[in-house]
């Protein structure tokens, strides 16, 4: 990954809404929700809403996919182990042990 991808999904993760909107997503997996669904769990206004799906879209940290008259959207989980792998590539200087991390943790961290 890309100093300017990361820094592209770190502003759109840094609205309260959309980290919001993010994190249900991640939590539906591949199944996804339509817009609907995301107003009514997150109690949203569709205008609002559709604001900053679009934001989270244009980051890449959304896919859709349109469904008939709705668009389904799925967190694009790929790119979130892509960041997740590029802030731990260097963790302690390869040796993530010296964080603090369980060992478990760590041993994933260093053979990526």
Do not use: W
């Not at 999904?9 to 997996?29: C, K, P, W």
């Not at 182990?81 to 260097?90: C, K, P, Q, S």
Request: include cysteine.
């Amino acid at each position: 990954m890309e100093k300017t991808t990361a820094t592209t999904v770190f502003e759109s993760l840094s609205s309260g809404v959309r980290l919001d909107i993010f994190r249900l997503l991640v939590r539906q997996g591949p199944s996804g929700l339509v817009a609907g669904e995301i107003a009514a769990a997150l109690d949203l206004p569709p205008t609002n809403l559709s604001f900053h799906l679009k934001a989270l879209t244009q980051a890449g940290l959304l896919t859709v996919v349109q469904e008939g008259r709705y668009q389904r959207y799925r967190a694009h989980i790929a790119l979130m182990v892509d960041l997740i792998d590029y802030l731990t590539a260097e963790c302690c200087t390869g040796h993530p042990v010296q964080c603090g991390l369980p060992p478990s943790v760590a041993e994933t961290l260093c053979t990526g």
